[in-house]
């Protein structure tokens, strides 16, 4: 009994440490935009995508300031089929990313870009922020630089 309570309690920590990166479609993603009732960063990337995990930590920390306004940060990884989810959830732990994580299952950037931005042209790191309570959103096709990640989540949380 005390093996089997053992190995439950070990399971239930690694869960509960374990980076889940959950599959959806562009369809979900949108869904969950629309739907937050707080401040959101969505940022598109992928493990393979230097300028991306080069990002991440900025955007990480940026966050983490912001603890207070229950800013999101949501971690879209674009990575290829193959590398899910053994390798993104790796990557993840290996850089002890923290965020919520999705990744998209859908190949055509045609298709899903657009349902973002119109001006999504494919690349990335892309991040798309959104308050929906202030009706803020604003779209960077492009790496944000350390330095203006903070002042972007100061105008995301104005009231």
């Keep these: 009994m005390r093996t089997f309570l053992t190995s439950c309690l070990i399971l239930l920590v690694s869960a509960v440490f374990c980076q889940q990166v959950k599959k ?3 369809t979900d993603v949108e869904a969950y935009i629309k739907n ?3 401040p959101l960063v969505v940022s598109f990337w992928a493990t393979w995508c230097a ?8 955007l990480q920390s940026a966050v983490e300031k912001f603890a207070d306004k229950k800013v999101e940060l949501l971690l879209v ?10 390798k993104v959830e790796s990557f ?44 803020y959103r604003r779209f960077f096709n492009r790496q944000l630089t350390d330095r203006q990640v903070e002042p972007e989540i100061t105008t995301l949380t104005k009231e």
């Design 36 to 38: 937050a009732d707080h």
């Design 92 to 135: 993840i732990k290996q850089r002890k990313f923290k965020a919520t994580f999705l990744w998209l299952n859908e190949t055509n950037a045609d298709y899903f870009c657009p349902k973002i931005d119109a001006r999504w042209d494919g690349n990335i790191p892309c991040t798309l922020m959104v308050n929906n309570k202030t009706g």
């Design 77 to 86: 990884s674009l990575d290829f089929p193959k590398d899910y989810p053994a």
């Design 24 to 26: 959806v479609q562009i």
């Design 51 to 58: 300028p991306c995990v080069e990002e991440i930590p900025w």
